[in-house]
């Protein structure tokens, strides 16, 4: 469905998308995982032919992208982390708008139109004017425009950043609905948990590079024979994962916000006492101690040696 080769993408000194490769099967839903400033949006400017890239090739269905020819990208619909709905028109009629500029009018306008209010649990607000929605359901009416033209390939650019749970739950569940569809997926995102839940394969994006592309068992191998811990301090998360990260056994250790420390060790039987008295000797108090499955948060930090976080 989707294919991406070698994308590389530099502003000045920096280089922002290197080298990146990944494959999307048909029906599949893919997930771009990484932290802010990762690359994931200028690597689907990219996949999407808005952005030219200086190196690599991208195929979707196999039509070549490229910026300025058309052909290949009614494959695509690309939902930006920008609004780009008027917000006097009702949302029907945004969609009708959109319906327009896709060739879609009269009654297969308007089934069409049902059907991805229904999707993105709109159906009922579809004639109030997009104005007095929340921020949220102006996102889902977003989406709604993303697939109105029924592409093979829907791209999400972190649909669910800074609105509320109901929303974001609606959004979550809509692209679920999607994959069991079959429409093919590509989801970035830099929240694990969502990555988790929704894609059957996810790339791990950090520093412009994919650092491992997998299933979330393919991926948890990685971590191999090493167990997760999460150490709460009282306070000096820092400090402690500083002090953490030096002892022997401990493969990785990260402060995850003012209290925890997430840990990578050998073997947790043999590390916690070590881990505690490490602890309490640099006169930090351990408040809880926790093993843990290996999620594809040790597996990030595993791989990039940072947590991934806000
Ligand atoms: N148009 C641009 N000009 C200069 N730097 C950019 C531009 N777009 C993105 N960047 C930089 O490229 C890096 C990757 O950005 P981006 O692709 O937006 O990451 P993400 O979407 O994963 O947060 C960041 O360091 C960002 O500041
Ligand atoms: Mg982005």
């Known amino acids: 469905m989707l294919e991406v080769s070698h994308l590389r993408k530099r502003f000045g000194e920096m280089v922002a998308v290197d080298d990146v490769s990944f494959t999307i099967d048909a029906g599949e839903t893919f997930g771009l995982l990484g932290p802010n400033g990762a690359g994931k949006t200028t690597t689907i400017s990219m996949i999407c032919g808005l952005l030219e ?182 306070s000096g998360a820092e400090r402690a994962a500083r002090a953490l990260d030096t002892e022997s056994g401990v493969v990785r250790a990260s402060a995850a916000d003012g209290q925890c420390i997430d840990c990578v060790v050998d073997d947790a039987a043999v590390m916690l006492p070590r881990l505690v008295t490490r602890l309490t000797d640099a006169g930090l108090a351990v408040q809880n101690v926790q093993v843990r499955e290996p999620s594809l948060d040790a597996v990030f930090l595993h791989i990039t040696g940072t947590g991934l976080r806000d």
């Open 53 to 234: 890239p200086d190196n690599g090739s991208v195929v979707v269905n196999g039509e070549p992208i490229s910026v300025g020819r058309r052909s290949g990208r009614r494959h695509i619909g690309y939902v930006p982390q920008e609004l780009a709905i008027y917000p006097d028109l009702s949302g029907r009629d945004n969609l009708r708008f959109f319906g327009r500029l896709y060739g879609l009018r009269g009654a297969a306008a308007r089934s069409r139109i049902d059907e991805v209010l229904h999707v993105v649990g709109l159906s009922e607000r579809g004639d109030d004017r997009a104005r007095e929605y929340s921020g949220g359901m102006q996102r889902r009416l977003n989406i709604a425009a993303g697939m109105l033209h029924n592409p093979s390939l829907l791209i999400l650019d972190e649909p669910t950043v800074g609105i509320d749970p109901q929303s974001r739950n609606a959004i979550l569940e809509a692209v679920a609905a999607l994959g069991r569809q079959g429409m093919s997926v590509l989801y970035t995102t830099h929240y694990m948990e969502e990555a988790e839940r929704l894609c059957q394969r996810v790339a791990i994006m950090d520093h412009g590079q994919v650092r491992a592309v997998g299933t979330r068992r393919e991926l948890i191998a990685l971590v191999g024979e090493h167990d997760a811990v999460t150490v709460m301090v009282v």
